[in-house]
């Protein structure tokens, strides 16, 4: 079993910048990819970016030019640094991590932009 746990939300100001940060811990398993998603209230969870074991980091298109994702060296932990944020990016954002046909999520961090 692998748990993850979220932190970092906060309330920011349009404009202004937020740093999330994902742990991983628990049973030693091979993690192949982490990632971050986010749901805001009456949406539908939808997925921000992801980045690999191998290197290979992808965003959502709204996600572009804004935020970045990284991962430390040789740990299971992820990064999200959002930049330029908006009232939009309002939500609770989650981590995920997947391990070959497993997937474990977070309990998710509220981040909140005041326009």
């Known amino acids: 079993q692998v748990q993850l746990v979220e932190s970092g939300g906060g309330l920011v100001q349009a404009g202004g910048s937020l740093s999330l940060s994902c742990a991983a811990s628990g049973s030693r398993v091979r993690i192949n990819s982490m990632a971050w998603y986010r749901q805001a209230p009456g949406k539908q969870r939808e997925w921000v970016a992801t980045?690999?074991?191998?290197?290979?980091?992808s965003y959502a298109d709204f996600a572009k030019g804004r935020f970045t994702i990284s991962k430390l060296s040789g740990e299971n932990t992820v990064f999200l640094q959002m930049s330029s944020v908006r009232p939009d990016d309002t939500a609770v954002y989650y981590c995920?991590?997947?391990?070959?046909?497993?997937?474990?999520w977070g309990r998710g961090t509220q981040v909140t932009v005041s326009s």
């Open positions: 995920r991590a997947i391990s070959g046909s497993d997937s474990y």
């Open positions: 980045s690999t074991s191998l290197g290979v980091q």
